[in-house]
């Protein structure tokens, strides 16, 4: 698997605590409910989950928070800043001071600013626009001249660095200047124009297109029809040609998932098979998701995070094991024949015209490798995807607060 970098961004506000929402590739975290809690929707087959965590409680639970999510996945690591003075949101920087909230633009230590190149083929309306188009990204940004003066100076350098005319960059950021920042900020709706767009692929050849529709729209009035069709020139509109990069560079590229499956054994003795059945996918009755099991499982399989459905009502837990599937059935099994009311998977079955035989076992997760944590990290991500903490599930709130489970 890919090294995975992610960002928590921590930020103190007179005793307020909170942690922005950023995207984490591949999975999502769950740590003590009562205290953090991850909101998000896992897509499954999607190269990103989108999660908002938000921080209730104070800075040791922040340390131990970010401890946990350390020991997640071998291959991800956190980073963390924390402030007690500003907080950074994408490319925005807001600072307290003087008893007011000041913003500036922010840019990450890695960006390498890789602007479009002057010599690159595009038209030229492209090149004009880019420098006044991030003057105009700026001025909005920076809620001070200071700091607009400060951006505008690096912004100017490096398109520079990248072929641009520091005459034009200089114009467009003065232009840019003079319109107050406030104005800027306004929403303003774009009118829809009644030109009919003509679509082309672009080339440096074309470039007198415009003038030439415009020299033979006389031809085309002749006609009434086209004239009520065709009142005006039609807007020329380049779609971007071929690269060399394009024509070397699949844009998608062949990569399956890994299929695996779980098959039943073939021990008459086995309690763990009347309950279960040779699959290679597993579904969750609240959101209707089907997933595909990544490993191969078996009955006796260790370090395992299986999923219980109630054939009755449906309602759905999620648990782990470190010892043998079967073993692990074998002991749900024991505590609904003798009525442990404080489990809540005994709990559920004990209930009317419920019984042991309405158990539909499926193992979902598996790695011989996992530790402790690992594991039920994998379990708790588990409950949240496929949402069976109560009500909607069986899971309580309280298994998320434990590192460990208990028999």
């Not at 990450?108 to 626009?129: A, E, I, N």
């Not at 009755?312 to 999620?318: A, G, L, N, R």
């Not at 594991?375 to 309580?396: H, S």
Request: proline fraction near 5%.
């Amino acid at each position: 698997m890919k090294s995975v970098r992610a960002l928590i961004q921590a930020v103190w506000f007179n005793g307020f605590q909170s942690i922005l929402p950023k995207v984490f590739l591949g999975y999502s975290l769950v740590y003590s409910p009562t205290d953090i809690m991850v909101y998000g929707y896992n897509f499954h087959v999607l190269p990103g989950v989108v999660i908002l965590i938000k921080v209730l409680g104070n800075r040791q639970r922040l340390d131990e928070f970010i401890d946990f999510t350390n020991k997640f996945h071998p291959s991800i690591k956190f980073t963390v800043e924390i402030s007690d003075s500003s907080n950074v949101f994408l490319d925005t920087k807001s600072t307290l001071r003087d008893g007011g909230i000041h913003f500036d633009l922010h840019t990450k230590d890695t960006d390498s600013h890789l602007y479009l190149r002057t010599d690159s083929c595009h038209p030229p309306h492209v090149f004009k626009g880019i420098p006044k188009g991030l003057a105009t990204r700026i001025r909005r940004i920076c809620s001070s001249d200071d700091s607009f003066h400060l951006r505008s100076k690096e912004l100017s350098q490096r398109l520079c660095h990248r072929g641009y005319n520091a005459k034009s960059v200089h114009e467009s950021i003065s232009a840019v200047q003079r319109i107050d920042r406030q104005d800027l900020l306004q929403y303003k709706p774009k009118s829809l124009g009644s030109r009919i767009p003509l679509v082309t692929t672009f080339h440096p050849t074309l470039l007198g297109i415009s003038a030439i529709l415009k020299d033979n729209l006389s031809t085309l009035h002749q006609s009434k029809r086209m004239k009520k069709i065709i009142p005006s020139p039609p807007l020329v509109s380049y779609r971007k040609p071929r690269s060399i990069k394009d024509h070397l560079v699949r844009s998608r590229l062949d990569n399956p998932k890994p299929v695996g499956s779980f098959s039943t054994c073939t021990n008459k003795r086995c309690k763990l098979c009347p309950r279960s059945q040779t699959t290679s996918t597993f579904k969750s009755t609240n959101t209707g998701h089907e997933y595909k099991i990544l490993t191969n499982v078996s009955c006796k399989s260790r370090n395992v995070v299986y999923l219980i459905t109630c054939r009755v009502c449906q309602k759905q837990y999620i648990g782990e094991t470190e010892d043998g599937l079967n073993m692990r059935i074998n002991n749900h099994r024991s505590s609904i024949t003798t009525g442990k009311m404080n489990l809540p998977v005994a709990q559920h079955f004990n209930q009317d015209n419920h019984s042991w035989e309405d158990m539909e076992v499926v193992p979902i997760d598996h790695n011989v490798s996992w530790t402790i944590d690992q594991r039920v990290a994998k379990e708790n991500f588990w409950q949240y995807t496929l949402k069976t903490i109560e009500p909607d599930g069986l899971n309580k709130r309280s298994d998320t607060l434990h590192m460990s489970r208990k028999y």
